[in-house]
């Protein structure tokens, strides 16, 4: 069951997380990783307003246009992709806002669903010495809480570029949304999993060949008999990368006999990783997953009541 389910964090940082799940199954396993790639609502572009024209002359008597190398689908495409922070208390989806009530989608937007960033940008002017100038996402400027501005990792994702006499300006409104509606609502990247293990020494002799060859492991530990507490190590890290070294091509530890040292499978152990885009943390993320699929067993609970009833 889910809610026997143990977890441990391995290692983590701002946006990488590697947790051991124990007690579970590879299809509670799996299920948090679909709800974590497709069920994790997050925020993300969903529309852009670009502002068409011609500026009038500035003090310099400069005319620009509002042209780019890139055409206007294509930045929108980039801006949906961007990462928007996100806040689960202060926002609800479009279609659950009461100021969305009776109206039509074109219609939608209030502050307690939508998030607006705004951007204007000017190229570089006729006696300015570079031919262009790039437009970073960290040019949005969110018309709201300064929290809301974009992730200071993401601002020099780039947009566009324009050349001189051009601009650009335009509205981008965030919404939450799920991954299985669109890829630019999924939190998550590279996630996955595989079944723990540990590494036992298996045949001493054939393993000695291997301590020969004195290959390093993490932080220049060397792959020897004294890293095998009663002839195993369980230890996540150090068991990978005591996996890498048998695999050694350049050593060619399989020429000396790589049946001294097997990986064992621990039952009910799982390593999962992912990495977030940066709006939302690691953590954010799989508690939200774990939330998700709670919600959705117990609704199929009540279901099968009504229906057995």
């Not at 960290?138 to 324009?162: A, F, M």
């Amino acid at each position: 069951m889910v809610k026997n389910m143990k977890v441990k964090i391995i290692s983590q940082d701002e946006r990488e997380i590697k947790l051991l799940l124990s007690e579970t199954t590879v299809s509670n396993v799996n299920s948090i990783r679909r709800a974590i790639m497709t069920d994790v609502p997050k925020m993300a572009i969903s529309k852009v307003r670009f502002e068409m024209g011609v500026k009038e002359p500035d003090s310099n008597g400069e005319r620009f246009e509002s042209l780019s190398a890139v055409p206007d689908e294509v930045i929108a495409h980039r801006l949906a992709l961007v990462p928007i922070p996100t806040y689960f208390d202060d926002f609800v989806f479009p279609e659950d806002d009461p100021a969305n009530q009776g109206l039509p989608e074109d219609k939608w937007g209030s502050p307690a669903s939508r998030i607006i960033y705004h951007c204007s940008v000017q190229g570089p002017g006729k006696d300015d010495e570079e031919e262009f100038r790039v437009v970073y996402a960290g040019d949005l400027n969110v018309l709201g809480d300064s929290k809301l501005q974009i992730p200071e990792h993401c601002k020099d994702i780039p947009i566009t570029v324009l050349s001189k006499g051009q601009y650009i300006e335009f509205y981008a409104y965030a919404s939450l949304g799920r991954g299985s509606e669109h890829a630019k609502w999924s939190p998550a990247a590279g996630v996955g999993y595989y079944q723990n293990t540990k590494a036992i020494l298996h045949d001493k002799k054939a393993a000695k060949e291997i301590f020969k060859l004195k290959i390093k492991l993490n932080d220049n530990q060397i792959l020897n008999e004294k890293i095998f507490t009663k002839d195993s190590v369980t230890d996540i890290d150090t068991v990978e990368a005591i996996r890498k070294a048998i695999l050694h091509k350049e050593k060619n530890v399989g020429s000396v006999g790589e049946s001294g040292i097997i990986m064992e499978d621990i039952p009910g152990e799982f390593v999962f990783h992912y990495e977030t885009d940066g709006s939302l943390s690691p953590i954010d993320v799989f508690n939200r997953a774990c939330e998700e699929l709670k919600v959705r067993f117990d609704s199929i609970g009540e279901q099968l009541k009504i229906a057995l009833s």
